[in-house]
Antibody, heavy 124, light 106 residues
Framework: QLQLQTSGPGLVKPSETLSLTCIVSGGSISSANYYWGWIRQPPGRGLEWIGN???????YYNRSLESRVTISIDMSKNQFSLQLSSVTAADTAVYYC????????????????WGQGTLVTVSS | SYKLTQPPSVSVSPGQTATITCSGNELGDKYACWYQQQPGQSPVLVIYQDSKRPSGIPERFSGSNSGNTATLTISGTQAMDEADYYC?????????FGGGTKLTVL
């Protein structure tokens, strides 16, 4: 059974780069059946999709964050990572990694499972 | 950009049926899914492909999707169902979430 676990610092200074890693267990990150994604949730607010990556390296990003986001994949460690540059207080949120199933032919499925989430606070 | 709209809150009495809607342009042409989020926890998938239930999700959870509206229905609502619920769909390769609905069981 696929499991995801997020790791990374809980505090980032303004203007710096937020970096998080999601470790995948119970399955291979090189599986053709899954994309690997990041979603965030500011305190008291709703879910915001950040982006996805496929094992081939193909990425899709939320247009509102695209200029600051990089998602990468490390098959040797069975993990994928998020980098968000030039952060401000508005980037304070719980960051989740989650895996949307890929049915093929461009058809995406639901996010399942989700990691436990990491609260990242942007503050000096 | 594509947008999904949910009511901010829905209230239901225990044992009654709760209905949560999610509206989007021609949403019925896409697959909708629903997540339940308890306070302080990660979201959990409760409905996918409009009406399918993942293993372990109680039968009282059901879904439908037609026209511009997807609907999550909880029959015989229990106190444990009190949570935030989010709909989600794909607009090409972009994931879109609704704003969330807080379900209160009182």
């Amino acid at each position: 059974q696929l499991q995801l676990q997020t790791s990374g610092p809980g505090l980032v200074k303004p203007s710096e780069t937020l970096s998080l890693t999601c470790i995948v267990s119970g399955g291979s990150i090189s599986s053709a059946n899954y994309y690997w994604g990041w979603i965030r949730q500011p305190p008291g607010r709703g879910l915001e999709w950040i982006g996805n990556i496929y094992y081939s390296g193909s990425t899709y990003y939320n247009r509102s964050l695209e200029s600051r986001v990089t998602i990468s994949i490390d098959m040797s460690k069975n993990q994928f990572s998020l980098q968000l540059s030039s952060v401000t207080a508005a980037d304070t949120a719980v960051y989740y990694c989650a895996s949307p199933y890929y049915y093929g032919s461009g058809s995406m499925g639901p996010f399942d499972p989700w990691g436990q989430g990491t609260l990242v606070t942007v503050s000096s | 950009s594509y947008k999904l709209t949910q009511p901010p809150s829905v209230s239901v009495s225990p044992g009654q049926t709760a209905t949560i809607t999610c509206s989007g342009n021609e949403l019925g042409d896409k697959y909708a899914c629903w997540y339940q989020q308890q306070p302080g926890q990660s979201p959990v998938l409760v409905i996918y492909q409009d009406s399918k239930r993942p293993s372990g999700i109680p039968e009282r959870f059901s879904g439908s999707n037609s026209g511009n509206t997807a609907t999550l229905t909880i029959s015989g609502t229990q106190a444990m169902d009190e949570a935030d619920y989010y709909c989600q769909a794909w607009d090409y390769n972009t994931a879109v979430f609704g704003g969330g609905t807080k379900l209160t069981v009182l």
